[in-house]
């Protein structure tokens, strides 16, 4: 069974500060990493994608990228109280399947 | 605009009635999917479709139906709703060349009593 691991938190972080977001993922042969935002009763919205090892930086938010370590983060620099939702990671591996993990509940104190 | 609409929003029923949430993209896009969320589960997906009469199971086809007759259109089918059906329901569509759903309708809340 192909999975995509995530803590479920909730990661509470005050405002300003960076949250990290983490997930791992089973299946060796994935080749798209993404990150969604879902905030409660709202459908999954996209804001980051990663292909390469590496980082990707996108105004606040960077996506890490570590396919030795089957490992995929999302830092969020200078979080803001509207960033307060779930993050949903998901992996596309090499078929045509997309798997999400249960997604990371984060909260972002004034 | 460009957007994915899903049909009806939210749906009570009965065990055993068929009932059908519908699902529609403007975009042209030939990659569409169902995926069901559950708390602690995430999303899981049902069926997908890569092109018009093309469909595949996904992790949790068991009690779906979906067709797709023509390129816009994506409706799942629940022959006979069972209470373990009673879920938030996504459709999405990507577009070719890129990796992701990118996307989502706007849920339906499927209550099987």
């Known amino acids: 069974q192909k999975e995509v691991e995530q803590n479920s938190g909730p990661l509470s972080v005050p405002e300003g500060a960076i949250a990290s977001l983490n997930c791992t993922y089973s299946?060796?042969?994935?080749?798209?990493f993404f990150w969604y935002r879902q905030y409660s009763g709202k459908s999954p919205e996209l804001i980051m994608f990663i292909y390469s090892n590496g980082d990707k930086e996108d105004g606040r938010f960077t996506a890490q990228l570590n396919k030795a370590s089957q490992y995929v983060s999302l830092l969020i620099r200078d979080s803001q109280p509207s960033d307060s939702a779930t993050y949903l990671c998901a992996v596309k591996g090499s078929g045509n399947d997309m798997r999400f993990g249960a997604g990371t509940r984060l909260t972002v104190k004034p | 605009e460009a957007q994915v609409t899903q049909n009806p929003r939210y749906l009570i029923t009965v065990t055993g009635k068929k009932l059908t949430v519908t699902c529609s993209q403007n975009m042209n896009h030939e990659y569409m999917s169902w995926y069901r969320q559950d708390p602690g589960l995430g999303l899981r997906q049902i069926y997908y479709s890569m092109n018009v009469e093309v469909t595949d199971k996904g992790d949790v086809p068991e009690g779906y139906k979906v067709s797709r007759k023509e390129k816009r259109n994506f409706p799942l089918i629940l022959e006979s709703p069972s209470p373990n059906q009673t879920s938030l329901y996504f459709c999405?569509?990507?577009?070719?060349?890129?990796?992701?759903?990118?996307?989502f309708g706007q849920g339906t809340r499927l209550t099987v009593v």
């Open positions: 999405a569509s990507r577009p070719t060349g890129t990796g992701s759903e990118a996307f």
């Open positions: 299946d060796r042969g994935s080749q798209s």
